[in-house]
């Protein structure tokens, strides 16, 4: 059974950084593309931003270039720098694989004021 295994979350301050990592098992994130997303409580989970099998970026318009996605040289992990954040970008953060079922259960970033 794959896995998805995000880590890096935790408590920062305004105008902090925090680099999130997914990881799965099996190779799966080799081939796929894959997204983060963040739901923060009684709002609806939102895209924050994804990256194909080929390379191509998209992210949420609420980034406005702070945060970046990117696949480290194995393709086993791909990460989610959190840059500049705001108390507003408090959630919990998911792993997707698209055209699958796979989530990971989720990291939690709070940003202090």
């Known amino acids: 059974q794959v896995q998805l295994v995000e880590s890096g979350g935790g408590l920062v301050q305004s105008g902090g950084s925090l680099r999130l990592s997914c990881t799965a098992s099996?190779?799966?994130?080799?081939?796929?593309?894959v997204g983060w997303y963040r739901q923060a409580p009684g709002k609806q989970r939102e895209l924050v931003a994804s990256?194909?099998?080929?390379?191509?970026?998209n992210f949420g318009d609420f980034v406005k270039g702070r945060f970046t996605i990117s696949r480290d040289n194995t393709k086993t992990t791909v990460y989610l720098q959190l840059n500049a954040l705001k108390p507003e970008d408090t959630a919990v953060y998911y792993c997707h694989v698209y055209q699958t079922n796979y989530w990971g259960q989720g990291t939690q970033v709070t940003v202090s004021s």
């Open positions: 990256i194909s099998s080929g390379g191509t970026l």
């Open positions: 099996g190779g799966l994130l080799r081939t796929r593309d």
